[in-house]
């Protein structure tokens, strides 16, 4: 019998974390970032492909030893697919099940992937306001209430039904249907339970005590920039909070935010009401937000780069040209907001890290597909668009 240890591990779980940290010369050379050496940390290495992984199992492990959740209790998460797909992994193996409700702007690579973790999946429509019943925040509160209502464990078939009942709701947009749902008060029992990585207290906490110090270590306590997008901001909360402990000499952290999202706006003053009022939608997928979650501290961030669609989608397209390296347009869009920071900053010098939440496998479909992105008004040719870069 082998034994746990080096390269053979006890479960899939333990192969969460530790992600390489990969030097992008090739980036460096192309669009001349002087002496700065640019590094991305892949993880896409992460069993489920994404950076969401880790909060999926500090979530899931610490709820179960607060007995909130118990041995057959479902859990529902409203996400964008990854931290769906972390959960399905840890569920697994957890002996939990799993629902997930995804707007319908997410590919439909993550929803395949979802289905084959064997997840339920409820699609919602994109675009609505986080308070609309029908929004996938909501939705998941409905199905919540109903299993709840039911006061104990339910049933697979049960649960099946559940789902393409409340699938049914939305899908004929019978909202007063769903408020009414959400307006009951069930008592809460441990067999359904929302983690709700924008609220969560171990979304953060996954990244101060893994990601940001893998960071630490592999680059020898050197580090002077990390660039990350913020979706829930757990990620770039976590990573800013360890680093500005650590580093004597200050470690910039600087957030990635989409056109359409609110966090620049926030960050800038715009108080949180007006902010929202402004959020338009926008395609890049796991990053930015119509809503001010508990998970982010912007002032720990202490810049934020705006960038476009076009701009990501067409970043992530010319890295799998040029370093080889299939990631997301969240990815593409931590790599363009970063060398457009270190170029208009006029920083010639330093180590910088860019986190890649995830592969770009989930998104052959989209923006690795020259007929989605005409459809959608994308410019194809990316050298043409990332010109001004050079």
């Not at 289905?115 to 199905?143: F, K, N």
């Amino acid at each position: 019998m082998l034994e746990p240890g080096g390269l053979v591990y006890s479960s899939v779980l333990d192969l969460i974390g530790w992600t390489p940290l990969v030097r992008l010369g090739r980036v460096e050379s192309f669009f001349d970032v002087g002496g700065v050496e640019l590094y991305a940390k892949l993880e896409m290495y992460n069993p489920g492909g994404s950076v969401k992984d880790r909060i999926a199992l500090y979530m899931l492990r610490r709820a179960w030893e607060e007995g909130i959740i118990t041995e057959g209790s479902v859990v529902i998460e409203p996400t964008s697919g990854n931290t769906g797909i972390g959960l399905a992994i840890v569920s697994t193996i957890m002996g939990l099940r799993l629902v997930v409700t995804m707007p319908t702007k997410m590919s439909v690579e993550k929803e395949a992937i979802l289905r084959a973790y064997g997840a339920h999946v409820i699609r919602t429509p994109t675009g609505v306001p986080p308070e609309d019943p029908l929004s996938y925040y909501r939705v998941a509160e409905a199905l919540r209430n109903l299993i709840w209502s039911i006061g104990g464990r339910v049933s697979d078939r049960e649960l099946r039904d559940l789902v393409g009942y409340i699938q049914m709701l939305v899908r004929e947009g019978k909202s007063r249907d769903i408020a009414k749902i959400l307006e009951s008060r069930p008592q809460p029992t441990p067999y359904a339970y929302i983690p709700n990585q924008y609220y969560n207290r171990y979304n953060p906490l996954a990244h101060y005590e893994t990601t940001a110090r893998e960071i630490w270590v592999q680059t020898r306590g050197s580090v002077d920039y990390v660039f990350a997008g913020m979706g829930t901001g757990g990620t770039i909360t976590g990573i800013a909070r360890y680093l500005k402990e650590q580093a004597s000499k200050g470690v910039r952290v600087i957030g990635i935010d989409p056109e359409g999202s609110i966090y620049h706006l926030v960050k800038k003053g715009v108080p949180l009401k007006e902010a929202m009022e402004r959020a338009r939608p926008y395609l890049v997928e796991g990053i930015g937000e119509d809503i001010l979650p508990d998970t982010i501290d912007l002032d720990l961030v202490d810049d934020i780069v705006v960038v476009g669609d076009e701009e990501a989608f067409s970043m992530a397209r010319l890295l799998a040209r040029l370093e080889g390296l299939l990631v997301g347009g969240s990815s593409g869009a931590a790599l363009y907001g970063a060398i457009k920071y270190l170029k208009e900053k006029g920083v010639r010098r330093g180590v910088a890290v860019v986190v890649f939440p995830d592969t770009g496998r989930n998104y052959v479909s989209k923006i690795f597909s020259e007929e989605w992105l005409r459809r959608h008004g994308i410019e194809t040719d990316y050298y043409r668009v990332l010109g001004g870069l050079r």
